[in-house]
């Protein structure tokens, strides 16, 4: 199947022959001719399948002018991404695709003037590509007609209730014509996500093309088991002895992104930094000095873990154990996308053992486990087994004879259930015939 067999637009298709692509992957495959039958779709698909695309694609070509000339540019397609870096990479996704046509994209984010960007609105924009709290401002002040939009998206939605902007979300739907095609799309689709789109979208058609804890049959996954205090040793031995030349590293928390960077650079790699409190153009700076090669290591919070395309990243490391399970899918969908192969690399410690229970529990099987001697905790090594606990045996029923001789039949002559008063009956038994027997004769 080729993308012209959708009859696109001849300037798509050669705006896609110039990027690439050619043969459609399976989301898009399903999720393109729904949406070019206007239908509204909530779709998940795994991390890396091409999501953008597949509705990037159909939206434009609805909105194709049939090669008459783009007269007047006011917004028609509004996409809104939880993060700055998610929405940059979807904007420069969409650019040649949007200029093909003859349109104009203006992205708007947090960490720029608001000015700036009001200007860019007002010389014109069909395409719009947002963060959720700066979209609702420039709507509260009548910079975009929501009204006049024919195409939405929520790109990531999980991720958005995740970071708390659910409200934002709901102030924009309620907003909006009930013309106008939404699309949910997320590489994993919640409770919550189906919830909140039920009440705002109808009717509702759903593609799910894996299901949830799914992570792509080309990546190889591997877990050590490591001493916390040596974590940032077995991290720098793996990215030497391995030879690695793009890490993506993830964390939990900002503090101890800068904490494992620094011990990195300390090392002599030459490592970029991407979290939350971190100022725009200095993520800016970080991913992009990244993706050319300029840094060997990025170190980052689970800002980094949503959408972000890194070509040719063959090596995902996690040193912890993310708080929420779906987010290990994430990170480790930034290695092995659009079907090339990858690897991941997950750091366990003994306290992080329950909740990588739980995630395999998501996962719906065991990672494999390697162990390296020098930094493998001593449990690990002493007991024989890796940190799965061994299988219990089941317990069967004593088969040893009753102490007493009423303990655990009851009036009938039926055996009963054994409790804890029949054990005390027969150790109080066993108290006074041992008394009885040691009891001194009398003296005549």
Not at 62 to 83: C, D, G, R, W
Not at 143 to 172: N, P, Q, S, T
Not at 285 to 309: K, M, N, P, W
């Amino acid at each position: 199947m080729l993308f012209s067999s959708f009859k696109l637009s001849p300037k798509l298709l050669e705006a896609l022959e110039k990027a690439g692509f050619r043969d459609p992957t399976p989301i898009q495959r399903k999720l393109i001719p729904a949406l070019l039958a206007s239908n509204n779709v909530i779709a998940s698909a795994q991390t890396g399948s091409g999501k953008t695309l597949s509705y990037l694609l159909p939206a434009l070509q609805l909105m194709n002018p049939s090669a008459e000339q783009v007269e007047h540019h006011y917004p028609k397609f509004f996409i809104l991404s939880p993060t700055k870096e998610l929405a940059q990479q979807i904007y420069e996704v969409a650019k040649p695709f949007v200029a093909a046509l003859g349109f104009r994209a203006v992205l708007l984010q947090g960490g720029g003037k608001r000015t700036d960007e009001t200007k860019r609105l007002e010389r014109g924009a069909d395409v719009i590509i947002a963060t959720p709290q700066r979209a609702l401002e420039h709507i509260e002040a009548r910079h975009i007609d929501i009204k006049a939009i024919r195409h939405f998206v929520v790109d990531e939605a999980d991720m958005m209730f995740d970071m708390g902007f659910v409200g934002y979300l709901e102030k924009i739907f309620a907003k909006m014509t009930e013309r106008s095609q939404k699309i949910i799309i997320s590489a994993t689709i919640t409770p919550r996500v189906v919830k909140l789109a039920k009440v705002y979208i109808k009717p509702l058609k759903r593609i799910e093309l894996d299901p949830p804890g799914k992570i792509a049959d080309t990546i190889t996954q591997m877990l050590y088991p490591v001493v916390r205090s040596k974590k940032e040793a077995l991290l720098a031995w793996l990215i030497s002895s391995n030879h690695l030349e793009r890490v993506l590293v993830f964390v939990r928390k900002k503090e101890l992104a800068d904490g494992v960077a620094d011990s990195l650079k300390e090392w002599g790699y030459k490592v970029g930094i991407l979290h939350g409190e971190r100022m725009h153009h200095e993520r800016k700076q970080s991913l992009l000095a990244f993706r050319e090669g300029r840094c060997q290591i990025l170190v980052a919070t689970d800002i980094a873990a949503r959408g972000l395309d890194i070509s040719d990243l063959d090596v995902v490391i996690n040193y912890d154990i993310p708080h929420v399970k779906h987010d290990f899918i994430h990170r480790v969908g930034r290695t092995g996308r659009a079907g090339k192969e990858g690897m991941a690399i997950t750091l366990v410690s003994p306290d992080e053992i329950e909740q990588l229970y739980d995630l395999q529990k998501v996962l719906g099987s065991k990672i494999k486990e390697v162990i390296i001697p020098e930094y493998a905790p001593k449990e690990v090594k002493a007991r024989g087994y890796l940190l799965h606990p061994p299988q219990r045996k089941r317990r069967t029923p004593s088969t040893k004879k009753q102490t007493s001789g009423t303990a655990g039949i009851n009036k009938k002559g039926k055996k009963r259930k054994t409790t804890k008063r029949d054990g005390f009956k027969a150790l109080d038994a066993a108290k006074a015939k041992s008394k009885k027997n040691t009891r001194k004769p009398k003296n005549k």
